[in-house]
């Protein structure tokens, strides 16, 4: 490849960029607010500070979540579709192996895990892409079970009952809080992957 | 799992916020007291998220409330009568059912039971009013059930009573209306669909664990949903009213979901 070509070279394709966008507004929105209607009922013995939550109250927070769920549901169909229409899904995120994975933890610990290619995922990006898209299809599945746990019963026991839902969806919701904390960082440490999310190359 | 045992439970406390925003709003001209309203109920995290005050913005709210309704017309579509609420063993019922209202316990209304009537108004043929002996007598069904609180929480209890189908069947109502709409003897008030209404697990509960309907569970009766949150599940029952007009309901009004089903 040619240097012209590869400074042009699209790195993110436009719809993956609207649905990255789409998708952190939606889950800032669902997590503020979910903290609010946690708060309500706390699972644990501590709640989250009334001003990192949104809606004000507990009705406030349920129309935010309530609103925000189509907008997530359906950008994560859309971002699930146009991956796997593009073949960008398994050119991505595929192959991945735990000799891999070990060996570019290892490497990235070591400082020495070279980021000079943004289209190429290394090991531990696509483990943690592939992580955080199975946590969000848990929020969903649970969330579903939490909104209708009479209309979706089969999920509901499947999941092992309302109450067993509510803590999946509270611990899927930590694990995507502590995967959106690390991906901050990341881009934090390497700009210009933010730069490439934003314009594209 | 279990819900916080501070003196104010969270109902209270949003409760305590409703009738301070109340007796602060009725002071206040429409056009503040408008803009009162949506800058107390969605203080906090909105300023945080954009810097600026969103609320300021009433399409914020209209946009809300667009979403809430769109979210009625899913429930409604996906609500299927056949769905049944679990039922589940004697075993599993609640030892500590909490009582849960917009006051506290100290305001529940006190009922004489030989006084109350069941009052019916709207789309009925038979609309006179009902004695509790004479829904004691009615044919009585019984459910062990998981009743779901908007706060989260859930807790499973025993009701029974009349099947609500087949009282609206008695008194001929017209069940192609759209909604059920009950006013309660502590100033509650909230409305159903109709679909909900026939479902073969909304009871109109006269008793609880086996014994009469206690005063905070809602003597002298109830409707009890299982397919419903609990704030659509109205205590101390007054007038049943068969309509096709839109009456909200009580927190429903101030932005509860109105299908509010399970």
Known sequence: ?201 | MKKIDVDLSPSDADALVKEAQQLLARKLDSSSRRRFLRQGLTLGGVVMLTGCDLTDKPDVDSVLNKFSRFNDRVQSWLFNPANLSPEYSADRISQSFPFNAFYGEEDIPQINGDQWRLEIAGLVNDKRSWSLPELYNMQQVDQITRHICVEGWSEIGRWGGVRFADFLKLIGADTTAKYVSFKCADDYYTSIDMASALHPQTIMALSWDGRILPPEYGYPMKIRIPTKLGYKNPKHIQVIEITNRYTGGYWEDEGYNWFGGS
């Open chain 1, 1 to 201: 490849m040619d240097d012209k070509s590869k400074c042009s070279a699209v790195i993110h394709p436009w719809w993956l960029r609207v649905c990255h966008w789409m998708n952190a507004a939606a889950i800032v929105i669902m997590t503020l607010s979910g903290w609010r209607i946690y708060n309500a009922s706390p699972l644990f013995d501590f709640r989250f500070p009334g001003e990192i939550t949104l809606g004000g109250w507990l009705g406030g927070a349920l129309q935010w979540h309530f609103a925000a769920m189509w907008i997530f549901a359906a950008n994560g169909v859309v971002y699930l579709a146009m991956n796997l229409f593009t073949g960008r899904f398994g050119k991505k995120f595929l192959p991945l192996s735990l000799r891999g994975f070990l060996h570019d933890a290892l490497s990235a610990l070591k400082g020495k895990l070279a980021h000079a290619d943004l289209r190429q995922y290394n090991n531990v990006q696509r483990a943690a892409y592939l992580f955080v898209m199975v946590v969000c299809l848990l929020l969903v599945l649970s969330g579903l079970v939490l909104w209708k746990s009479v209309q979706f019963g089969l999920l509901r026991d499947l999941l092992g009952g309302y109450e067993a839902a509510r803590y999946i969806h509270f611990y899927a919701m930590s694990a995507l809080v502590g995967f959106v904390a690390v991906h901050i960082v990341m881009v934090a440490l390497v700009p210009k992957t933010l730069l490439a999310m934003l314009r594209g190359r």
